[in-house]
């Protein structure tokens, strides 16, 4: 018998580190921030009375927002590439592929100030120094006075990604610039400018534009950069997030806060639980989708042991070894074999056999019927659903087959039932496939809340579901008591009605995360954490503090008559209530054959005592050595054989 003494791995992660390289490689994301150094963009916003009036520049709460957004990468998406170019400078600086720094700069006005990589804490020192040093900022973000060519920062964007993200799935460019125009008068250099926008799409790379305007000012995106910002026209227009405008200002929510939000709103789905899913609507009609999981709980998640013991700190690799229990030797991964107990007998399978077992065919969303909506109970959900979204990789068409599919559903109010395997030798299961109407938050920015597409709702079977317990009468509170605290609620309402839990992060993940980052950067550690879910305490008094005393007098009223009530109605009782008889199970030697062979099919026997068992053993000549669960396989066993 081997005896398994693993290292911080167990098998399911080994079999995790098996996953193809190529695979994983294209689930990762690579960003790069192209920010606008320009005189509009350093001048400071106009002065203003406002409480939250902001004070910087566009380009400093650019950066600044690359800042936040890296701290942020690091800890949520370790292996993302992140990395910031600002263009328009009068210094120039460029890297090449083996990290050194060019002489002759071929790109001019162009500053590499953080080479697309995995984010460092060198990295991130180096934004925290110009966000905080207003004299570095100043040597840096100088404007040129030439001309600054779209063209030569997008090909410079080209060459980074091309170099240091060759193979990403996702590749994107973030412009923040407010410049809605920059060649009005060049028709050429516009014309180079379009050239190498298609030439960053044909590579996979998409472009995201951040305009900013001015009060002065609004961004016109019809100038110049509808020809720059490329979209696929079988997309359509209906399942397409349209575009927002920022607005840079003395009052009012600060540009540093819409850039945060507006790019977060921006975040691609990391990691999709499939990829190109063959979806049958009809016999021999396929689709293909792509699904994600957009709602999953955060927690502390601990990707790799550190070793502090050394001059520096370095990350441990584990091992996994199964160890003979009986020798101590190492035991082969081809000497372990794995069985199913049966019948007190082990069954043993080949890898193959255990592969056929699991298998219930290739992985498949197949439509089998539509029902209406209203005929799918609340009570149905037993596992979070998974939002699925066309891909054009394999079958040429499907974005515009899913979108009709998908007004078709919400039109007529419909669902389609479907019999879905996720992946290879994954549990199939019954799903309900709904659509959802695109949603967007009120106010500034129009963050976008619910995604335009279909979700794949988990049914449960017959064997999920349980009949639930006869449940008391429910307890009603006397009119008073309802009215009083009617006032209260009236008194306590959020702004709009409306809760919106993104204001409250999780307070001990944050407080984990701020630890790490402080670590990390070999900054003070904060003394306490921020807890924003804390009651406000003394506004909740001053608003509601009357009305709350008031009902807690006539709750304590409203008890002091049901005790008195509850009394009386005890006083009449008669007598004690009965006891319950605790009935005694037969004995095994007062059952007959047939009933001993019932009880063991039934799985009637586990109430019968374990000196029972032996006896009844004894007296049919078998052992009775072993635990309770040995005499009852034994048990099962004679009943199955006599």
Not at 72 to 85: A, E, T
Not at 192 to 207: N, P, S, W
Not at 479 to 499: H, S
Request: contains cysteine; aromatic residues 8%; hydrophobic residues 35%.
């Amino acid at each position: 018998m081997a005896d398994s003494r693993e290292s911080w791995k167990n098998e399911d992660e080994e079999e995790e580190e098996e996953l193809d390289e190529a695979s994983y490689i294209a689930q990762k994301d690579a960003v790069l921030f192209a920010i606008d150094v320009s005189s509009s963009m350093l001048a400071a916003p106009p002065a203003s009375d406002a409480r939250n009036s902001e004070t910087d520049s566009p380009t400093v709460a650019a950066i600044k927002c690359a800042y936040q957004i890296m701290q942020q990468r690091i800890i949520s998406s370790p292996k993302d590439m992140m990395g910031v170019l600002l263009y328009g400078t009068e210094q120039s600086k460029f890297h090449d592929e083996d990290g050194t720094t060019r002489g002759n700069n071929p790109y001019p006005h162009c500053y590499l100030l953080s080479d697309l990589n995995v984010p460092s804490a060198e990295d991130v020192k180096a934004l925290k120094a110009i966000v905080e040093d207003e004299d570095e900022a100043n040597s840096l973000l100088v404007p040129t006075d030439e001309q600054i060519s779209m063209s030569n920062l997008l090909f410079c964007a080209n060459q980074i990604f091309t170099t240091r993200a060759p193979n990403f799935g996702s590749r994107r460019l973030f412009i923040i610039t407010d410049k809605d125009d920059p060649h009005s008068s060049d028709k050429q250099a516009r014309s180079q400018a379009t050239v190498r926008a298609k030439d960053l799409y044909d590579l996979g790379v998409v472009i995201e534009l951040f305009p900013i305007s001015h009060p002065d000012h609004d961004f016109d995106r019809s100038k110049f950069y509808d020809d720059i910002i490329y979209r696929d026209p079988i997309e359509g227009s209906d399942l397409a997030l349209g575009p927002t405008t920022l607005k840079s200002s003395g009052s009012g929510i600060s540009l540093l806060s819409s850039l945060i939000a507006d790019i977060n709103s921006k975040q691609v789905a990391k990691r999709a639980l499939f990829s190109n899913l063959p979806f049958e609507i009809g016999p021999g009609f396929r689709i293909s989708v792509k699904g994600y999981n957009l709602l999953q709980k955060q927690a502390p998640a601990r990707s790799c042991y550190v070793w502090l013991d050394g001059e520096k700190p370095q990350i441990a690799v584990g091992t996994t070894s199964r160890l003979d229990a009986d020798s101590g030797k190492d035991v082969q991964k081809a000497e372990i074999k794995k069985a199913y107990k049966f019948g007190g007998a082990q069954v043993l399978f080949t890898p193959e056999e255990q592969k056929e077992l699991k298998s219930y065919g290739s992985p498949i969303l197949r439509i089998i019927g539509f029902k209406p909506q209203n005929m799918l109970p609340f009570w149905a959900s037993v596992k979070k659903s998974t939002f699925i979204y066309p891909s054009e990789d394999d079958y040429v068409g499907s974005t515009r087959v899913f979108a009709a599919l998908w007004k078709k559903l919400l039109k007529d109010k419909k669902m389609g039932i479907a019999w879905y395997v996720a992946r290879n030798n994954a549990t199939p299961l019954l799903v309900a496939i709904l659509p959802s109407q695109e949603r967007f938050e009120e106010g500034p920015g129009s963050t976008q809340v619910i995604p335009a597409g279909l979700w794949l709702y988990p049914i449960p079977f017959a064997d999920d579901i349980r009949s639930l317990p006869e449940l008391p009468a429910p307890v009603v509170a006397p009119d008073e008591l309802i009215d009083e605290m009617r006032k209260i609620v009236q008194q306590l309402q959020l702004p709009k009605a409306r809760y919106d839990p993104s204001k409250y992060p999780n307070p001990s993940l944050q407080w984990h995360y701020k630890i790490l980052q402080a670590m990390a950067l070999e900054e003070d550690v904060p003394e306490s954490p921020d807890d924003k879910t804390i009651p406000k305490y003394r506004q909740i008094n001053n608003r509601a503090g009357e009305f709350i005393n008031n009902w807690g007098k006539i709750l304590a009223e409203s008890t002091k008559v049901l005790k008195t009530m509850k009394h009386e109605l005890d006083d009449d009782d008669v007598g004690p209530p009965a006891k319950k008889v605790k009935v005694k199970a037969q004995s095994l030697e007062d059952m007959s054959v047939d009933e001993v062979k019932k009880a063991a099919r039934d799985n009637g026997l586990t109430k019968h005592t374990v000196t029972d068992l032996k006896h009844w053993l004894a007296s049919k000549g078998l052992s009775t050595a072993g635990k309770k669960t040995d005499l009852l396989e034994r048990i099962e066993q004679w009943a199955e054989n006599s």
